[in-house]
């Protein structure tokens, strides 16, 4: 007597089993790029823009004595022009002034006869103006004050000449 036969499996045919395995990939990559972008990265503060102020002595800077001497230099970062034009000259030489329209600490220098600096000053937004003040020796014994304006454009500014006993207008 016979048995009776299992049925038989049916094998896929290789076609489909390679359609089938491509989706299954397909599927895979699709998934990966699916998942959501790391978050950007924080953002980076950036600096302030700078401005190069270039300033040139004399060799007979701050001329008494027969003698050239170091010159005291005060720049003032300025959104408004008032309180600088405004406010007595000795009074900008004093470190603890205080005016409308300063945007930053003012920067202090000395400057040597002879010598040529560059100066990067930082620069905030809403300023405009760098207010220069120099200390210059008077022949009474005090100082004389000289004062100038210098307007941040974006062209490149000449150097400041510092004469013997004045600021030179370039």
């Known amino acids: 007597m016979t048995r009776p036969s299992a049925p038989r499996a049916r094998?896929?045919?290789?076609?489909?089993?390679?359609?089938?395995?491509?989706g299954l990939i397909a599927l895979a990559i699709v998934g990966c790029h699916a998942k959501p972008a790391p978050p950007p990265p924080p953002p980076v503060a950036t600096p302030p823009p700078w401005y190069t102020f270039c300033i040139e002595a004399s060799e007979r800077l701050n001329w008494?004595?027969?003698?050239a001497h170091t010159l005291y230099l005060r720049l003032f970062p300025l959104s408004s022009l008032d309180g600088f034009l405004q406010a007595e000259m000795e009074h900008l030489l004093d470190p603890k002034v205080s005016l409308p329209g300063l945007e930053a600490t003012p920067i202090e220098r000395t400057v040597y006869p002879g010598s040529k600096v560059s100066l990067d000053v930082p620069l905030k937004p809403g300023v405009d103006f760098l207010g220069v003040i120099a200390g210059y020796y008077r022949l009474e014994g005090s100082a004389k004050s000289h004062r100038r304006l210098v307007q941040i454009g974006t062209e490149k500014a000449p150097c400041m000449r510092l004469g013997p006993n004045a600021i030179e207008v370039p």
């Open 64 to 67: 008494y004595d027969q003698s």
């Open 11 to 22: 094998r896929m045919p290789a076609s489909v089993k390679r359609v089938a395995l491509t």
